[in-house]
């Protein structure tokens, strides 16, 4: 064994298992067909590239090149040429925008199957911000080229781009409008609302609940700030809280808290 393939072996280990991930077995047997086998299995996991023909995804795993970064590496820089359009395999990342004073600002959060970095890949512009590791991850970069490839001959590809754009626009106005809340608890009672996912049954949870710090980042506070509103949910009974999810135990209350009904 090489290596270049025991270090790669030894990250798989150290990540939380994805799905999107190749089979460490495949890679380690050295299988040329098994490992193209599985690589393009993973490959449709990714929402984007689910519905792609055969043609394309042959033409995408050709170009597809994968890369590691440690935890808090910087994926993306603002300002970079926008010369691919990246998927997250496994891992966090975080989008970040930097003030005129030098505060981070973070703008939303990225998990496995999400894609980025597609507006500087469309309009041929830089980067209009930074990608920041939360946790080691695996990336893949595809081409510009071969990206725009897809988005205009995979009629799949284009309708899942134009309803991401538009969920975006939405979600960028919602931050927007939660940002302009003046008190603080009410901005990070409102900041889970977005967050929240509805589950069988009616459960309200928030998967890969980002870091207190991460939470003060996006919404403009502090660490200790965003500590002392979570306890008092969980003291309230409104939620219960694990190491990176959250359970929504009474939504109702925690509407009345979003609308300042206290």
């Known amino acids: 064994m090489t290596s270049s393939t025991k270090r790669k072996n030894d990250l798989e280990k150290e990540l939380a298992p994805s799905p999107l991930v190749p089979d ?21 996991k990714i929402p984007l590239l689910a519905n792609l023909s055969e043609e394309d995804m042959q033409r ?15 994926v993306l820089q603002k300002g970079a040429p926008g010369d691919s359009l990246l998927f997250l395999l496994s891992g966090s990342l975080q989008v970040i925008d930097v003030t005129e004073d030098g505060r981070a600002i973070g703008l939303r959060m990225l998990q496995p199957g999400d894609f980025f970095g597609e507006i500087a890949v469309i309009n041929g512009s ?3 911000a930074s990608v920041v590791a939360l946790t080691p991850v695996l990336v893949a970069l595809l081409p510009r080229a071969i990206a725009l490839h897809m988005f205009t001959h995979s009629p799949s590809v284009a309708n899942q781009m134009l309803r991401f754009l538009a969920e975006k626009v939405q979600r960028d106005s919602e931050f927007r409008a939660l940002l302009s809340i003046h008190n603080t608890s009410r901005r990070i009672f409102t900041f889970l609302n977005l967050l929240k996912e509805q589950k069988e049954g009616g459960t309200q949870v928030v998967e890969n609940l980002p870091t207190h710090q991460d939470i003060a980042n996006m919404i403009n506070t502090s660490r200790e700030t965003v500590t002392r509103a979570l306890l008092a949910l969980v003291q309230q009974g409104i939620i219960e809280k694990g190491t990176h999810r959250i359970t929504i135990i009474k939504p109702d209350e925690l509407q009345k808290l979003i609308q300042g009904n206290s």
């Not at 460490?24 to 449709?44: K, S, W």
């Open 60 to 74: 995408v795993k050709a170009n597809l090149r994968i890369r590691e970064y440690a935890k808090r590496d910087v």
């Open 24 to 44: 460490p077995a495949a890679v380690a047997a050295n299988e040329p067909a098994a490992q193209e086998h599985e690589v393009q299995i993973h490959l449709r």
């Open 126 to 128: 830089i980067r209009s």
